[in-house]
T-cell receptor
Framework: DQQVKQNSPSLSVQEGRISILNCDYT??????FLWYKKYPAEGPTFLIS?????DKNEDGRFTVFLNKSAKHLSLHIVPSQPGDSAVYFC???????????????FGQGTILTVHP | DGGITQSPKYLFRKEGQNVTLSCEQN?????MYWYRQDPGQGLRLIYY???????QKGDIAEGYSVSREKKESFPLTVTSAQKNPTAFYLC????????????FGPGTRLTVL
């Protein structure tokens, strides 16, 4: 039962253009969402997050959009740079009630390749 | 430098042997986690611990065991009961202020022959 899905295994974009990575979830209890970035042979690093009380959060070149009715979130990278080439994971958690303790559910990941 | 260390980076074991993966953090984080990553799949939570001497099963705890005797250490034992132990194992930690923002170690790739 895949509660968080990233249906695009890979994405290829040109340097300077926009990268859009998508993520869908099925569990309506999820109320906090994160994106992590992972380079080969390294652990993931936190990129950006959004609470379900918002529909957008921006941090420099990275913006996350949340559509609760569609149970969909997306990560926009503008402009894309070759150094952004990595695997991107979306993750979700249930924080209501204060008992999550960081129990994250991850998607399968999307490999982003940014060409110079 | 603060961070999370996992050792070794690569580990080979014979089928039927137990093996323990090390995870140490000097970030003074309360919570620690173990995840498993398989090709084409996301990270799946094995065990997590919010405080010393306490831990909970994650989504795929069968065949694994952990201990949390010290705040900075959270070793994972892959037992012979784990049917498919070959995988990439990641340890993470987070502070009590924000459990969701987790800091990951570099991982250990375990291959069972």
């Amino acid at each position: 039962d895949q509660q968080v899905k990233q249906n695009s295994p890979s994405l290829s974009v040109q340097e300077g253009r926009i990268s859009i990575l998508n993520c869908d979830y099925t569990n309506s209890m999820f109320d906090y969402f994160l994106w992590y970035k992972k380079y080969p042979a390294e652990g993931p690093t936190f990129l950006i997050s959004i609470s379900s009380i918002k529909d957008k959060n921006e941090d420099g070149r990275f913006t996350v959009f949340l559509n609760k009715s569609a149970k969909h979130l997306s990560l926009h990278i503008v402009p894309s740079q070759p150094g952004d080439s990595a695997v991107y994971f979306c993750a979700a958690s249930v924080n209501a009630g204060g008992t999550s303790y960081g129990k994250l559910t991850f998607g399968q990941g999307t490999i982003l390749t940014v060409h110079p | 430098d603060g961070g999370i260390t996992q050792s070794p980076k690569y580990l080979f074991r014979k089928e039927g042997q137990n093996v323990t993966l090390s995870c140490e953090q000097n970030l003074n984080h309360d919570a620690m986690y173990w995840y498993r990553q398989d090709p084409g799949q996301g990270l799946r939570l094995i065990y997590y611990s919010q405080i010393v001497n306490d831990f909970q099963k994650g989504d795929i705890a069968e065949g694994y065991s952990v201990s949390r005797e010290k705040k900075e250490s959270f070793p994972l034992t892959v037992t012979s009961a784990q049917k498919n132990p070959t995988a990439f194992y990641l340890c993470a930690s987070s502070s009590g202020r924000d459990y969701n923002e987790q800091f990951f170690g570099p991982g250990t790739r375990l291959t069972v022959l």
